[in-house]
């Protein structure tokens, strides 16, 4: 099996945010979206369900806990509990609502930066204070600062929003480090939320940790909310879940309104559930990945020498550092209006990250190679 990218004229007819929110002139690589065609036995099952007009409300999704439970299982060694398993819209409603059981307008909520832009809105939403530790930058490569994160837990935390695997960096954070963070958590009463929608994606050479599987302690502090929607791009569909691994958690998680599992999408429910039965075509989308990431390593090499890229160890995310090219007061900007490239600006994800880009790679060589191309001319522009 192999996962290839769609060609170009064929991405332009997509409808999605990625391919609508731009001008016809430029190339859009910002979106954590992905350039491929589903895999066959979740579009099948999309097509039965259409075709017997199967779009009405949420029903019984005990085969999609049955099956991440699996899945995890196989993939991590993780021992889920099914019955643990509580149904949202997507990744951003099930942390907001998930934190509205323990948080009240007020309170202090941590992330570490550079992180997910979307972090910072669900902080705003749930009308909280944000505390940033920022992560320790070694060259290009992103560690916990245990010291200030120990600080501002002190300073009276609730909850910690952490986002593991990384996003943008490509950090994939060891035990090590989580087992402390969950130390941490439980000397002073906070509660740690992990994002971990790229966890399916972590390339040979890194280890995913789940947070809930580390100790008894992450279990007692932990909550886990995370979808198919990254690794099987299914984003549109809406359906993710939080996982709780203790009495404490799954009590709070059925105190959510009703309405939060009721909001996610019977099509996405389902679509997420066969996705998780599809881990051939995770395993082919991997090694499509793992060219494509080096591919970019040496595109960059030869037309951005200055440009600092380490290879990412999760995802499909390059995290790039322009900061030599001198493109004034946002890279991204610059790039979008010199060389006609659409990538996410550094600056949504850490306001000092303004020399920064994030550039979606999961698309074909070719668009990677133009996307390159047209970065380079940004650059020329600028001198």
Not at 146 to 156: Q, R
Not at 351 to 380: H, K, M, P, W
């Amino acid at each position: 099996m192999i996962v290839e990218g769609v060609p170009l004229e064929k991405l332009r007819t997509r409808t999605s945010e990625k391919w609508t929110g731009f001008a016809a002139d430029i190339l859009p690589m910002p979106v954590a979206e992905m350039d491929f065609e589903l895999a066959e036995p979740i579009r099948d099952l999309l097509l039965q369900m259409i075709n017997n007009s199967d779009t009405g409300y949420m029903g019984h999704t005990e085969h999609l806990n049955r099956n991440f439970a699996s899945f995890a299982s196989s993939a991590w060694g993780w021992t889920v509990d099914p019955e643990q398993l509580f149904l949202c819209t997507d990744v951003g409603v099930g942390m907001i609502e998930m934190a509205r059981t323990i948080v009240q307008p007020g309170d202090t909520i941590m992330i570490n930066t550079p992180i997910y832009v979307n972090m910072f809105n669900w902080i705003r939403e749930l009308k909280c204070v944000q505390y940033d530790a920022p992560m320790i930058k070694d060259g290009m490569h992103y560690t916990f600062d245990l010291a200030a994160i120990e600080a501002g837990y002190k300073a009276g935390i609730k909850i910690h929003f952490i986002c593991n695997p990384q996003n943008p960096t490509g950090t994939v954070h060891t035990r090590e480090e989580l087992s402390a963070i969950a130390d941490l958590a439980k000397k002073y009463g906070v509660i740690v939320f992990s994002d971990e929608i790229h966890g399916p994606l972590v390339y040979e050479g890194a280890i995913f940790t789940p947070f809930l599987s580390i100790s008894d302690t992450a279990r007692e502090v932990g909550v886990c909310v995370t979808a198919a929607s990254k690794a099987w791009n299914l984003a549109g569909l809406k359906c993710a879940f939080i996982v709780t691994a203790s009495e404490g958690m799954a009590a709070l998680a059925k105190s959510m309104p009703q309405s939060v599992r009721f909001r996610a999408s019977l099509l996405g429910a389902h679509a997420t559930a066969k996705a998780f039965e599809c881990a051939d075509w995770l395993a082919a989308l991997m090694q499509t990945l793992e060219s494509n990431r080096h591919f970019l390593k040496e595109q960059l090499d030869a037309k951005l020498p200055k440009a600092k890229y380490r290879t990412p160890d999760c995802s499909y995310l390059a995290w790039i550092d322009l900061t030599d090219y001198q493109l004034g007061a946002s890279a991204a900007q610059a790039v979008l209006e010199r060389g006609k490239l659409a990538l996410s600006p550094g600056e949504i994800f850490g306001d000092y990250c303004t020399q920064f880009v994030r550039l979606n790679f999961a698309t074909s060589q070719e668009i990677i190679a133009e996307g390159v191309d047209r970065l380079a001319l940004a650059v020329s522009n600028a001198q």
